[in-house]
């Protein structure tokens, strides 16, 4: 009898347990003073991962947002939420849960480049996959899990 690997137990079965939560998942209602928060997810081969969950929380004026989106067919995901209080530096914490991941991995997201302690410790080369680029839309983030293009993950 043959033992399944890591993979095998973790997907492709993780979309299954998030059908509770509906197609768009649950995020924070659009409110007057609100940011949209978008983005894909990418795997290592730049093809987009369907069935993530990413988890965002912060600081706002109003107290702490969370929310959590589900990954579409494409590996888009959005939230929008207020934004975060100015003593905060404009960061976002993100937690993102995908197939074949055992544990989930933690980035920040930046709405601009201004510097403090945690992105000035990171490799210049590499701050921008922590920055958030300004559209009309809101704020786009994709986030890449393996590669030349992989965003910069945290220890927790």
Known sequence: MTIPTPSQTIGPFFHFGLEWMGEAGTQLAKRQHSITIYGKIFD??????????????????????????????????????????QDDGAVIQLRIFARGLLQPLVTRLYLSDTMDEVLESVDPNRRGTLVATPTASGFCFDIYLQGPKETVFFAW
Do not use: W
């Open 44 to 85: 290592g081969t730049d093809q987009p991962i369907p069935d993530a969950l990413v988890e965002m929380i912060h600081h706002s004026i109003e107290g702490v947002q969370f929310g959590r989106a589900i990954c579409d067919p494409t590996g888009k995901y959005c939230f929008n939420t207020a934004p975060p209080a």
